[in-house]
T-cell receptor
Framework: AQTVTQSQPEMSVQEAETVTLSCTYD???????LFWYKQPPSRQMILVIR??????QNATENRFSVNFQKAAKSFSLKISDSQLGDTAMYFC?????????????FGQGTELSVKP | GAVVSQHPSWVICKSGTSVKIECRSL??????MFWYRQFPKQSLMLMAT?????????EQGVEKDKFLINHASLTLSTLTVTSAHPEDSSFYIC???????????FGQGTRLTVV
């Protein structure tokens, strides 16, 4: 079975600085998707960034980028120029392809605080 | 992105009563539906998976007679918490998936409080 591990329950960063959230996963599959989701106090899940396992190039979305190391099964999220609005819970998630069930498995979450 | 509507957003009910939560995919057909439960400061835990027109598959430890899932159409799924108890108080999130989907979309969640 797939597992996702986030080893940092809490992180804090000063506004405008850079922070990296860690995520490792375990799977025997070769084709899958990885995601980082943000969950603010409203608890609405917001997609931050996604990565297809077959793509070697790391995904980037504005201030958010990932370091995807497929062999090491590592998928870290870097937030540059942190903003107060980035304060939230962040979840790393693994998803099988739809034809294999499409199930989303989440890590334990990292609570990020951006301090002024 | 796809639009998912989940209602109610919050509900308070008395112990022993039943509560129904609806999840609608407004602009796509959800062939598969996942229901998650999230306790405060914890992760999302998968409760069950349902495919349209089929019985739901429940994760280990989830009582199928307590959490009734109906997925009778491609745009609507419901989760009914039967004979609710205070320990069922939690945040419930639906995640409908369309055929061939490469990412998931989420309902807004339902905060259930059983008193």
């Amino acid at each position: 079975a797939q597992t996702v591990t986030q080893s940092q329950p809490e992180m804090s960063v000063q506004e405008a600085e850079t922070v990296t959230l860690s995520c490792t996963y375990d799977t025997s599959e070769n084709n899958y998707y990885l995601f980082w989701y943000k969950q603010p106090p409203s608890r609405q899940m917001i997609l931050v960034i996604r990565q297809e396992a077959y793509k070697q190039q790391n995904a980037t979305e504005n201030r958010f980028s990932v370091n995807f190391q497929k062999a090491a099964k590592s998928f870290s999220l870097k937030i540059s120029d942190s903003q107060l609005g980035d304060t939230a819970m962040y979840f790393c998630a693994f998803m099988k392809p739809y034809n294999q069930g499409g199930k989303l498995i989440f890590g334990q979450g990292t609570e990020l605080s951006v301090k002024p | 992105g796809a639009v998912v509507s989940q209602h109610p957003s919050w509900v308070i009910c008395k112990s022993g009563t039943s509560v129904k939560i609806e999840c609608r995919s407004l602009d796509f057909q959800a062939t598969t539906m996942f229901w998650y439960r999230q306790f405060p400061k914890q992760s999302l835990m998968l409760m069950a998976t349902s495919n349209e027109g089929s019985k739901a598959t429940y994760e280990q430890g989830v009582e199928k007679d307590k959490f009734l899932i109906n997925h009778a159409s491609l745009t609507l799924s419901t989760l009914t918490v039967t004979s609710a108890h205070p320990e069922d108080s939690s945040f419930y999130i639906c995640t409908p998936l369309s055929q061939g989907a490469t990412e998931a979309f989420f309902g807004q969640g339902t905060r259930l409080t059983v008193v």
